[in-house]
């Protein structure tokens, strides 16, 4: 008997000895709107090179670690306006991205030139709100569970609805489904049917909607009852660990984590998931030089990549005017710019005879800031990407106001220095008043805008009433760069500005 309890006694201090068994853990890396940012950007922050080390690291750190990009891979810089999404989409399978989600950008150059790329990637393609089954697309699948141990992980991917974002025979073939009743259908199916014990929604609606009547993840989490987690994109907003906007109280007042990380790859999400207990623990991991060491362990894909850098650094390096200030593309500096100078094109294009009264732009198409000094043929390339072409429309006053609504739900847009708007707190016009006189319903007025807003991008419904009366074809993009040559060979510098033409009163 006295051996017996010799023998436990040993075998409990052992027991005591011995390191505890931690919980295993999965973590998630997740980008999103990277937007062809392949190099650093200007202010110095991300780069693919950093980004490959940073996933690496973690690999090695952790024994469950997945890489997912929450969508708009592309568009951006002239890595894909010169080469179409070749080295974005390679990239995504040499950094070894487990799990990938369609952004509206994606199909910027249309369906069938994303398939040409995309179907090749072999990362897993998640979709469970577009039907693709009657487009080029191929490959893609609702949702995909991972095993870890005996836990069941479930991931799935929520995508935007292209109406409104993506222009008009860009997306044949592909049927769109409501994104919170499928959501809401597919974390129930994954928890109830296929018995997983946690769920994670991959997203490209965004944390808050630019429309109104969209919905985005915030109102998601907020009516779930399944969801465990979001790893959001779309709305390029940083989302703080451990904020207000990154816990969600969901239908059942649990708390769902949502993230987002900006925009060009400057951050990278960490999601840490205990396994165990649920819990998920959100951070960010900057992208910036202190990597750069570490991005020097890639001889062979610095070298694929120096084929097409080459390229791109020879448009970077063509100077071809000034900037008298810093302007970032959201500020009313860059807007009025923006219509001023489609102004001064227009009325050297357009021969109607008539005047063009107003223009009217999208503050979204200006990808990149304004920099003070030099402006070089590249960013202006980069800055305008879009494949759109100039119009003039004749339309009514209503169709005018009705435009201006749709703008004053994002705080205004881009339009004439002799167009003021006032809006109220629910983004009802108050005023509206060209070259000083109020818009009359009734009244005819010749509009300058892009075929993208015309065939009701961005929301833009009531512009499709207008009568087409020209449509250029060039690209928009070309005509910026000469009128911007233009201003350079006249000794001026670009400028303009800050004034707001919209206003809440």
Same mark, same amino acid.
């Given at each position: 008997?006295?051996s017996?309890?010799k ?7 052992l027991?005591a ?10 973590v998630?890396?997740?980008?999103n709107d ?5 190099d650093p950007a200007?202010d ?9 080390? %940073? ?10 670690v997945?890489v997912?990009?929450?969508g ?14 070749a080295v974005?989409?390679?990239?995504i ?12 950008h994606e !199909?910027d150059?249309?369906i069938?030139? !994303?398939?040409?790329?995309?179907n ?6 998640l ?5 693709l089954?009657a ?10 569970v ?11 991917g ?5 109406a409104?974002m993506?222009?008009q ?13 499928v959501?809401?259908a597919?974390a129930?199916y ?9 769920v994670?929604m ?9 429309e ?5 993840d =915030? ?7 399944? %969801?465990?987690?979001?790893i959001?994109g779309?709305s390029?907003?940083v989302i703080?660990?451990? =904020? ?6 969901n239908? /059942?007042g649990?708390i769902?984590?949502i993230g987002?990380?900006?925009k060009?790859?400057k951050?990278?999400?960490?999601y840490?998931l205990d ?6 623990t959100?951070s ?5 030089n202190t990597?750069d060491?570490?991005a020097?362990a ?5 070298s694929w990549l ?9 448009l ?9 200030r810093?302007?970032?593309?959201s ?8 219509? *001023?100078?489609?102004?001064a ?10 005047k063009?009264?107003?223009c009217?732009?999208?503050?979204? +198409? ?9 402006v ?7 800055m305008?990407p ?7 429309l ?12 749709t703008m004053?739900? @994002?705080?205004?847009d ?11 707190k629910?983004?009802?016009?108050v ?9 009359k ?6 509009l ?5 807003l ?5 929301y ?7 009568k087409?009366?020209?449509? /250029? *074809?060039?690209?928009y993009? @070309?005509?910026? !760069? *000469?009128?911007?040559?233009?201003l350079?060979?006249? +000794? ?5 500005s800050?004034e707001? @033409?919209?206003?809440?009163r």
């Amino acid at each position: 008997m006295k051996s017996l309890k010799k023998i436990i006694g040993a075998c409990l201090m052992l027991v005591a000895t011995l390191p505890l068994m931690q919980a295993e853990h999965l973590v998630v890396l997740a980008v999103n709107d990277t937007h062809s940012q392949i190099d650093p950007a200007a202010d110095g922050k991300g780069g693919i090179l950093r980004r490959r080390a %940073i996933y690496d690291n973690e690999r090695r750190a952790h024994k469950n670690v997945l890489v997912v990009h929450a969508g708009d891979a592309v568009q951006g810089t002239n890595y894909f306006s010169l080469y179409g999404g070749a080295v974005e989409y390679a990239a995504i399978d040499s950094l070894g991205y487990d799990m990938i989600i369609m952004g509206n950008h994606e !199909l910027d150059n249309g369906i069938d030139s !994303l398939a040409h790329y995309y179907n090749h990637v072999k990362a897993v393609k998640l979709s469970a709100n577009y039907d693709l089954s009657a487009s080029p697309l191929k490959g893609f699948v609702p949702y995909s569970v991972r095993a870890y141990g005996d836990k069941r992980v479930a991931f799935f991917g929520i995508n935007v609805n292209p109406a409104g974002m993506v222009s008009q025979g860009h997306y044949n073939g592909l049927r769109f489904l409501e994104p919170m009743q499928v959501a809401d259908a597919t974390a129930r199916y994954l928890k109830q049917v296929q018995k997983v014990d946690y769920v994670v929604m991959i997203s490209h609606i965004g944390y808050d909607s630019m429309e109104p009547s969209e919905p985005n993840d =915030s109102i998601v989490a907020a009516t779930s009852h399944y %969801i465990d987690f979001i790893i959001g994109g779309h709305s390029h907003s940083v989302i703080a660990p451990g =904020s207000k906007q990154s816990l969600v109280h969901n239908a /059942d007042g649990k708390i769902v984590v949502i993230g987002q990380n900006g925009k060009s790859g400057k951050l990278v999400g960490k999601y840490d998931l205990d396994l165990e207990t649920g819990k998920v623990t959100y951070s960010h991991i900057t992208v910036d030089n202190t990597w750069d060491r570490a991005a020097q362990a890639y001889p062979a894909f610095q070298s694929w990549l120096a084929r097409y850098k080459a390229g791109v650094d020879s448009l970077e390096n063509n100077p071809v005017a000034t900037s008298a200030r810093y302007m970032p593309n959201s500020s009313w500096a860059a807007q009025n710019w923006l219509a *001023d100078a489609v102004d001064a094109v227009i009325a050297k294009l357009y021969k109607g005879g008539k005047k063009v009264d107003l223009c009217i732009m999208n503050k979204g +198409g200006i990808r990149l800031d304004m920099p003070k000094g030099t402006v070089t043929e590249g960013l202006l390339q980069s800055m305008f990407p879009f494949d759109n072409r100039f119009m003039v429309l004749e339309v009514s006053g209503q169709d005018l106001l009705d435009a201006f609504k749709t703008m004053a739900y @994002r705080g205004g847009d881009v339009v004439s220095r002799n167009v003021k708007v006032i809006y109220d707190k629910n983004c009802n016009i108050v005023s509206a008043r060209i070259n000083g006189k109020t818009v009359k319903p009734a009244a005819r007025y010749l509009l300058a805008t892009i075929d993208f807003l015309y065939n009701g991008g961005d929301y833009m419904t009531s512009l499709k009433n207008g009568k087409v009366l020209y449509k /250029d *074809d060039q690209r928009y993009g @070309r005509h910026m !760069l *000469d009128y911007v040559k233009s201003l350079s060979q006249q +000794g001026k510098t670009i400028d303009a500005s800050d004034e707001p @033409r919209f206003r809440q009163r």
